[in-house]
């Protein structure tokens, strides 16, 4: 495939192999904590305490964790132009600890947080998990820069994305089982402007068979090293050409 504008689209499964559970896979994130008690801001306005608590351990996975080499494969198509923007799904943060520049966080982040009633920024600094919900000076209690589900894109992030995703020509989607909106969506569109979609997945999606057009059944560390050995190949040839 040559292309001149790739992106990558990647969800859980890029860091899964850094030891971070995905979330619909058997033991996945979903198979502990009920998505309609634990992923909707509703929930989590109802009870953030026992929100927080699998935010807690989620924070704790992210930090035990490093970029393994589909993360930093990513990184190093970057440096090399080939990959133009990350958009990610995932909150971990590993993209960007991996080397990537361009990356857009759909789903947001754990960097900071906010407080959820008066809005006001916290750093992460100095922020103990002793008592959940973390409160506010105002009382409020805090909540991560992540989307909720029932909550929206950051308007920024979707619109730099939906323009990259009807830009490309090549559209690497990693790891996601592209059920959720509208992330789902980007794959379709960059179809629709013409793009090829490979889809990097031990597993099927909902867009194979119907979006993808190359499959790589494989977990995103080994198909990504292999296409980065590629890459560095073909070019060493053209160089030795020139
Ligand atoms: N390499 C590549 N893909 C993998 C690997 C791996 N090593 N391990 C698992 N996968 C695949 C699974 O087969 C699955 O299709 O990663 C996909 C993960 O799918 P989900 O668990 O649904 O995660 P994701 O697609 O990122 O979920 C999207 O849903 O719960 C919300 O906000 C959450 O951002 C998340 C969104």
Redesign the pocket.
Known sequence: MQSRYAIAL?????S??SGIP????EE???SKYD?MEY?YIDSFRINPGKVWNMLVEMDSLFAGARPNE?HLALAELEKSGIIKMVVT???DSLHQRAGSSNVVE??GHFRSLRCDTCLRAYTRKGLAFDKLPPLCSCGGPMRPEI?F?GEGIPRAGYLSAVEAAGRCDLMLV???????AP?SELPRIAKRAGAQVLE??????ELSGRITDLHIA????K?LRNILKTVKERRSQIEETN
Request: hydrophobic share 45%.
């Open positions: 990647t969800g859980a499964g890029i899964v192999e995905d979330f619909r896979s996945g994130l979903w998505p992923a589909a799904q995932n909150i759909f789903h989307v589900f990693v790891g996601t089982s592209a059920s959720v992330a990097i997945n031990p597993g099927k999606s494989e977990p995103a560390g198909a």
